[in-house]
């Protein structure tokens, strides 16, 4: 077991100066949940997958969404995802769950505690821990309003003639939102996302102690990973951008070094929607931070690569991927409740974003902005849905390039990770957008449960075609010890429309193609040694590597 002393280097940066005072305030809330046991030798397996979803996604009449998503889990996907990011589900006041009022509350509309407890019982649960900020609706923000000397130091304060320029925004709503205390003095508050979401200040013991206790708790409620929402806008210095500080990643080691005392098994996972370069950032050394880091880079790119029909930029990009050590690794999406951010281009392949913004725009969707130091705009992100956006690209109604572009993950180094969504190839969804003004509603449509089973029994449907391409695909990856998150990993230049990969792991190899254009190929891997005849693992059938046939946005994952 380690010594709890471990956690003094991250408060030190954190609180120089009162490194003995924010010890002992962490100790005293660490120390009961400290328990002996070394960290697991395997974090990762090739049957990792993980389920993106809001906990009422699925609705069904009469029963709890938490229930009616354990319920269809069970039934449809136990056997091709491993574990299921619930989006968060506590009592919330704005940004569908992101705007939290009660963080140690399930919200009643979705279902309780133990619907919650009994999801972890079957899937591994993806807990978000949203730190960052809490609703302006929330109790703790009313007490300090009230000025309850509980609660004095909740927020973070701010002169308004204060120069703020080089604070590094995500969104373009103002900074700072001004509120009125009890006593009638108006205060000009932090509000890095929304005027509903308080920016909480960690500058204070009080409100760092309350947050570990919810961390804590999450872990005794069943979470095995838990994603950092916004977490590199988490310390605030003014005449600095306010974005990955040194106090941000000795945040992060901190929440790290209660987890390997605690609860060695439970994983951290940071999503920092910012350029490639800035989000592997969260590795740390390789033992010290996260061990999953989402990559933001992915989605952006691959959709480019998909409307140009080549896949030389993917390639170039995918073979500098490289986790720091062999307890790290990659979380690789496409889709998610967000938008498709495009900020991580911006070191990679910064003269797509336009290109991407007008497929985004075309394909039916809207594009968000985010505010620069110099009063400009930028675009943020494109709100459409990944099929949407593929097909467009694509310029084809067929699921076939969708189900291609869900394939790359699968094959990349990391955990991959599929939106429901995708899963279902859902569509965009204009009234939500229409209802609320809310851009990203567009990927978030609620379904009936039955309906979607109806959807997915019709073979013919859309729907169905894209259940059955992914799942497919889950299916065989995960009984391939090739598809580790760790295995070997080589990126091969076999044609400029195809992506292709070497994974090897335990004595077996796997060739992984995906043609990523609409033009049929024949190809052959550039291999010395390779045998006559070899397996494609999808179709079954007997490839011989030397000529390989590729129809329009085909996949093969060849083997011996």
């Known amino acids: 077991m380690r010594d709890i002393s471990i956690l003094r280097e991250p408060l030190g940066v954190m609180y120089p100066g009162r490194l003995r005072e924010a010890f002992e305030a962490v100790r005293r809330v660490v120390e009961p949940h400290v328990r002996p046991g070394d960290a697991p030798q395997e974090l990762f397996s090739e049957q990792e997958a993980i389920l993106i979803t809001y906990g009422d996604t699925l609705k069904q009449s009469g029963?709890?969404?938490?229930?009616?998503?354990?319920?269809?889990?069970?039934e449809k996907l136990s056997e091709v995802f491993s574990g299921i990011h619930v989006l968060p589900f506590f009592p919330y006041s704005s940004d569908d769950g992101f705007s939290v009022t009660d963080y140690l509350s399930v919200n009643p509309d979705?279902?309780?505690?133990?619907?919650?407890?009994?999801?972890?019982?079957s899937f591994?649960?993806?807990?978000?821990?949203?730190?960052?900020?809490?609703?302006?609706?929330?109790?703790?923000?009313?007490?300090?309003?009230?000025?309850?000397?509980?609660?004095?130091?909740?927020?973070?304060?701010?002169?308004?003639?204060?120069?703020?320029?080089?604070?590094?925004?995500?969104r373009s709503t103002p900074l700072l939102t001004p509120f009125t205390k009890k006593s009638g003095k108006t205060v000009h508050l932090w509000t890095t996302f929304s005027a509903d979401q308080i920016d909480l200040n960690y500058k204070t013991l009080k409100t760092l102690c309350r947050m570990l206790d919810v961390f804590l708790f999450y872990v005794k409620r069943g979470a095995a990973i838990v994603r950092l929402d916004a977490i590199a806008y988490l310390w605030k210095e003014i005449g600095t951008p306010c974005i990955h500080l040194p106090q941000t990643h000795a945040a992060v080691r901190l929440l790290r070094g209660i987890l390997d005392l605690c609860a060695p098994h439970v994983l951290l996972i940071t999503e920092t929607n910012v350029p490639h370069r800035e989000n592997v950032s969260y590795f740390g050394d390789g033992g010290n931070e996260a061990q999953l880091v989402y990559n933001f880079t992915l989605p952006p790119l691959l959709l480019h690569c998909f409307l140009r029909g080549e896949a030389n930029q993917l390639s170039r990009w995918a073979g500098t991927l490289k986790a720091p050590s062999d307890r790290t690794t990659f979380f690789n999406f496409t889709a998610s409740h967000d938008g498709?951010?495009?900020?991580?281009?911006?070191?990679?392949?910064?003269?797509?974003?336009?290109?991407?913004?007008?497929?985004?725009?075309?394909?039916?969707?809207?594009?968000?902005?985010?505010?620069n130091p110099d009063g400009s705009r930028s675009p943020y992100e494109l709100n459409v849905t990944y099929v949407d956006a593929v097909l467009k690209a694509a310029g084809?109604?067929?699921?076939?390039?969708?189900?291609?572009?869900?394939?790359?993950?699968?094959?990349?180094?990391?955990?991959?990770?599929?939106?429901?969504h995708s899963l279902f190839g859902s569509r965009n969804w204009y009234e939500g957008v229409k209802?609320?003004?809310?851009?990203?509603?567009?990927?978030?449509?609620k379904l009936n449960a039955s309906e979607v089973r109806r959807r997915l029994a019709d073979p013919s449907s859309f729907a169905a075609r894209v259940f059955k391409g992914l799942c497919r695909l889950l299916s065989v990856r995960r009984r391939q010890a090739a598809f580790h998150p760790n295995a070997a990993f080589r990126v091969l230049n076999i044609h400029p429309r195809v992506f292709a990969v070497h994974r090897e792991r335990n004595g077996q190899r796997i060739y992984a193609l995906t043609n990523l254009s609409a033009e049929p190929l024949k190809v052959s891997i550039p291999e010395e040694g390779l045998p006559k005849r070899a397996v494609d693992l999808l179709s079954s059938h007997t490839v011989d590597p030397s000529s390989i046939h590729l129809p329009p946005f085909g996949i093969a994952w060849i083997t011996w």
Request: net charge negative; glycine share 4%; charged share 25%.
């Open 63 to 74: 029963e709890a969404p938490l229930v009616t998503l354990r319920r269809f889990a069970e």
């Open 110 to 121: 979705l279902g309780t505690w133990n619907d919650v407890e009994e999801l972890a019982r």
């Open 124 to 170: 591994r649960l993806m807990i978000d821990f949203v730190l960052n900020h809490i609703s302006a609706h929330s109790e703790w923000f009313r007490r300090y309003l009230a000025e309850d000397p509980a609660f004095e130091e909740l927020a973070i304060e701010v002169d308004p003639s204060c120069d703020l320029s080089r604070v590094v925004r995500p």
């Open 340 to 371: 498709i951010g495009v900020r991580p281009l911006e070191d990679v392949l910064p003269e797509a974003i336009p290109e991407l913004v007008s497929l985004a725009r075309r394909a039916g969707g809207l594009v968000t902005f985010r505010s």
């Open 396 to 420: 084809t109604e067929n699921p076939d390039p969708f189900i291609a572009s869900q394939a790359v993950p699968l094959v990349l180094p990391g955990v991959p990770a599929i939106y429901v």
């Open 435 to 445: 209802q609320t003004g809310i851009a990203r509603r567009i990927n978030r449509r």
